[in-house]
């Protein structure tokens, strides 16, 4: 039997990123494309070990890391410049 997915919250994406915000985004992207932890986990190249912790927002995650996993799950990350 398949692993039913269950679509978590979407998040307030107009805030500060932070670890929870990024873990938060990670989840529902991935809950709402369909996709158990361990095929999220593959796609991206990563542990599902990895991708939980990274959704958890446990500390230590690399930021090479958290590109790689929001890239394959085509989450884009915006950089805005002070006094822009």
Known sequence: MAKRIVVSDKPETD???DPVLVGETVRFVRTSA???IEDAASLAG???QTLNDLEKAKPGARLDTMLKVMGSLGI???IELPGA
């Open 15 to 17: 805030q500060p990123v």
């Open 34 to 36: 369909g996709l158990t």
């Open 46 to 48: 990563v542990s599902k």
């Open 76 to 78: 884009k990350l915006k």
